[in-house]
């Protein structure tokens, strides 16, 4: 299960997507994630899932990453789904034992919820996915940059979010490691009641915190013998330009934001 999480991770591929500004890249996906949100409507998910088909085969990004990157939470959408197909009042009643109902309302709000939720997860997956952790700190820097009136340290802000988002894969990969050692040495982790698997993980959490903060002390380190101080002076090997395709592409999402707006006015369904 945790091979199957590849949030934070970067697959370097030469692509429409690929080559786009960073800055476009993560406002087009804030107007994604507002629009799915927003909508009440089928056609708000059917616009979703048509920015999704296009953004992934813009990008080449193999269809079954984004399934990987879905399959961790399966047991979360499943759980949640069922709670609202069975708790939930409203429209038709189908069903009906004790407090356990399946009523029209339900249906609609937990399958809204799961394809949604899904959604949201394949769309800012593809934002990692095409954007190095260095474009994507120098992009959230940029859009930020009008903070920095205020004195606020954008930088050091932009650096930190990029920096624990690049190490997701590390801890995901060291977790792994730490747990086939402590089966290798005969630890039981799937055996036992809820408590029992809690004391289990005890044995995990303690490697897998120190292993963090020695890596922490490590990257501190080194970014002070490479003399880095913030922001300030700095420059960077790769500028940011924008060109005719993150126009393009930044249009056809406000369009399709303004269509779900307009549709959640005024159609019915």
């Known amino acids: 299960m945790l091979k199957d999480i590849t949030l934070g991770q970067y697959f370097p591929i030469n692509s429409v997507v690929h080559r786009m500004d960073a800055r476009f890249k993560i406002i087009i996906t804030m107007l994604f994630l507002v629009m799915l949100f927003w909508g009440q409507r089928v056609t708000t998910l059917a616009a979703g899932l048509l920015f999704v088909i296009v953004a992934t085969a813009c990008s080449k990004i193999p ?67 095409t954007t190095s952790p260095i474009v994507l700190t120098d992009a959230i820097e940029a859009l930020l940059s009008p903070l920095k009136k205020l004195k606020m340290p954008v930088h050091e802000l932009a650096m930190m979010m990029t920096i624990a988002l690049r190490f997701i894969p590390t801890l995901i990969e060291e977790t792994d490691k730490i747990m086939s050692a402590q089966k290798a040495r005969g630890a039981d982790l799937e055996s036992g009641g809820l408590m029992q698997r809690v004391k289990a993980l005890t044995p995990i959490l303690i490697p897998l915190f120190v292993s963090a903060f020695r890596r922490a002390e490590e990257l501190a380190l080194a970014m002070e013998c490479r003399c880095y101080h913030g922001g300030e002076g700095r420059t960077r090997l790769r500028v940011l330009k ?7 592409a930044l249009i056809f999402t406000l369009l399709m934001f303004a269509a779900v707006i307009l549709c959640n006015i005024f159609v019915k369904f």
């Open 63 to 129: 269809l079954k990453m984004l399934v990987k990157s879905i399959k961790p939470i399966v047991p979360v959408l499943i759980i949640t789904g069922l709670f609202n197909l069975l708790l939930l009042d409203g429209g038709k009643t189908y069903w009906r034992w004790h407090f356990l109902k399946l009523t029209e309302e339900g249906i609609q709000t937990s399958a809204f919820m799961i394809v949604r939720i899904c959604l949201l997860i394949a769309g800012t997956s593809l934002l990692t996915y």
């Open 242 to 248: 924008s060109g005719l395709r993150d126009y393009i």
